[in-house]
């Protein structure tokens, strides 16, 4: 015990992560890429409405922004977008969000229009000499449409269509001799972490059109092949997880057989993420045959060297993705620090680094911070699951003699995603009052390999349900947390797993739901193309087993939950309308559980506004300590209970 600590009650601590301090929105960095030795990064800034700015920085210029205020980069390809902007020989790509256009920057001069259709979306660009490869979606019909096409500046103005019969495309690229194009492909009702294919055509440069294309690989077993490329010799690498996990294999092109692919080694790590957005990068060419590669390893990831099948760690910090080798000056990367907001760095040959841009000014002591640390639990039917366990952290207070800390559970959404152990604020904000949190990576998450991905198959609503449970016995057992206190919350996927968890366990003394599904049919009927099949996988097939999709919604049983539980809705949210919280709303009406109910006029779904972000933090704040028994410090939200 430290004894210059006050014994304050647990929930009752003050603290320097305050509601306004976590509702301001930091800016966001992605997309990092290198052109020579100039690196460019797209910056969404929340001060400016939202808006995404390329930025550039080099050693010589330093930081320069290379798109005005009348741009914001981005696009909503699969309504997710990624893969926003390329650059080729100081030449820039990139769709803009505000017109729906694809603009061309020659050289530093002025954007330029190359092509805008209000009804088309953009993504997965390569830019190479007068060549424009990318991922078209033709929303003009009701039936979605997807193409791989390519825009010549040579004559700007006509998109060339070079294969539209698959349901959805990705990363197009280019051979190093110009002479073959390669490209992701899948098919409903696969996502593309369940199965893709790799294809490959000749490039007709003169009539610039394809032809000759074939599946190179994915027609042989159920596999996920993402994040193909050329290295300087004209050799094609793409990620597979054939072996269980994503691994960097070679690409036989001379080989007309199944075997075309060949391991640059074999490991036990994901080297890759699941296709949610475009334009993730995992690994880069070093030398000839050898490689830099970000690799999952039980969730946390490591930066490797693989050198003629041999491994090498290397220590970089905490890189969002692969560092950017920037040639014979050192490398680049987005750090995402348990300690620290996010940063671009960059570290030299003399290895050291330098802050190019952080995306906030406001920092912390260590001392003050709680660092998440990896868990693997064993769960009700013999297998084990991961989470981030995030001690109560405060240099100031600490909890009363024999007083254990309450736990907040947190369930991610997806829910094929991944919990990370970055600085999270939203996480800071309990464990500095006095609250211990586990995030959990529940069974169907991404970074512990196939079968763990796969767990979740036409299991969603029971395994990531126990497990959250099962998190919780966990630390019980371990003496980390009092199990008369244990709250759990969660948004949109997460949301249904709080839903689904409430009604399954009496652990809980009380629930936060945001945006939650509480419907699934009425989700089938409504989402988008991009995910229109995804539960087929996670529950099973629609309409054939309509009465599982009946059985397996929260909105079914919400009658059983016997706990507390607040919810917020937006009223504009498309993809959870708030016709679900309302329909829960009446369940639990009926059945006087209590409950608090709050909506947000111009809130879709995700809060982005800093002042609803701010309220829900204090709601759910006040909600918990009002259950729990502890006085919320410095919080002007009130909260009423319904029954």
């Known amino acids: 015990m430290n004894h210059t600590k006050k014994n304050i009650p647990c929930g009752s601590w003050p603290s320097l992560f305050t509601p306004e301090i976590v509702a301001e929105k930091n800016n966001y960095f992605s997309e990092l890429k290198i052109d020579h030795e100039t690196l460019y990064w797209l910056e969404r800034r929340p001060q400016e409405k939202n808006r995404t700015a390329l930025v550039q920085w080099n050693k010589n210029t330093g930081i320069r922004e290379v798109t005005s205020l009348s741009f914001s980069v981005g696009n909503q390809v699969h309504e997710y977008g990624g893969g926003s902007y390329d650059v080729h020989q100081n030449d820039i790509v990139f769709s803009d969000l505000y017109t729906s256009g694809i603009w061309i920057i020659s050289q530093g001069q002025q954007p330029i229009c190359l092509y805008q259709n209000k009804t088309m979306r953009f993504a997965s660009f390569h830019l190479i000499d007068n060549y424009i490869f990318c991922v078209c979606e033709d929303h003009s019909t009701y039936n979605v449409q997807n193409s791989l096409v390519l825009f010549s500046l040579d004559n700007p103005n006509i998109m060339i269509t070079l294969d539209k019969k698959a349901d959805f495309y990705s990363t197009p690229t280019l051979s190093k001799d110009k002479k073959k194009l390669t490209w992701i492909e899948w098919n409903h009702p696969f996502m593309p972490w369940e199965k893709t294919y790799l294809c490959i055509a000749d490039f007709d440069v003169i009539h610039k059109t394809i032809k000759n294309k074939k599946i190179l690989v994915g027609n042989q077993q159920m596999e996920s092949l993402i994040e193909p490329n050329w290295t300087k010799d004209n050799q094609l690498y793409v990620c597979s997880d054939c072996s269980g996990w994503w691994n960097l294999y070679h690409v036989d092109l001379t080989n007309n057989s199944s075997n075309t692919l060949s391991p640059i080694t074999l490991i036990n790590a994901e080297i890759g993420k699941p296709h949610w957005v475009f334009g993730q990068k995992s690994w880069y060419e070093l030398t000839h045959n050898r490689f830099l590669v970000q690799a999952f390893c039980q969730g946390n990831p490591e930066t490797l060297i693989i050198d003629q099948g041999k491994i090498q760690n290397i220590s970089f910090g905490h890189p969002e993705s692969c560092p950017i080798p920037i040639q014979n000056t050192g490398f680049a990367w987005i750090n995402c620090s348990p300690y620290r907001p996010m940063e671009i760095l960059y570290q030299d040959i003399y290895q050291n680094k330098h802050i190019l841009r952080t995306s906030s000014a406001i920092t912390f002591e260590q001392k003050d911070i709680s660092v998440g640390q990896t868990i693997c639990f064993p769960t009700q039917d013999h297998h084990h699951a991961y989470g981030f366990f995030y001690p109560p952290t405060n240099k100031q207070f600490q909890p009363l003699s024999n007083e254990l800390p309450p736990l907040l559970v947190i369930a991610h959404g997806g829910p094929t995603s991944q919990s990370f152990n970055s600085y999270n604020p939203k996480i800071q904000f309990w464990t500095s009052r006095g609250f211990a949190v586990v995030d959990v990576n529940y069974r169907g998450s991404t970074g512990f390999g196939k079968t763990y991905r796969n767990a979740l198959q036409k299991q969603w609503g029971i395994l990531d349900v126990q497990d959250c449970i099962d998190a919780c016995i966990y630390l019980i057992k371990q003496k980390q947390i009092d199990p008369k206190k244990i709250v759990i919350k969660g948004s949109s996927a997460g949301g249904f797993t709080v839903l689904s968890t409430l009604i399954k366990s009496k652990i809980f003394a009380a629930g936060s739901c945001l945006y939650g599904v509480g419907d699934l049919i009425a989700l089938t009927k409504e989402t988008h193309k991009f ?111 319904y029954t």
């Open 531 to 641: 995910e229109s099949n995804y539960l087929n996988g996670l529950i099973g097939s629609y309409p054939q087993e309509k009465e599982l999709y009946h059985e397996r919604s929260p909105l079914t049983h919400i009658h059983q939950i016997t706990c507390p539980i607040i919810l917020f809705q937006g009223l504009k949210d498309r993809v959870v309308p708030p016709s679900q919280a309302e329909n829960i709303i009446q369940v639990l009406k009926t059945n006087h559980i209590p409950y608090a109910y709050y909506t947000f006029k111009e809130e879709g779904h995700g809060f982005k506004q800093e002042a609803t972000l701010k309220k829900v933090l204090e709601l759910e704040f006040a909600f918990f300590g009002k259950i729990l028994g502890f006085i919320p410090d410095h919080i002007s939200e009130k909260i009423t209970l």
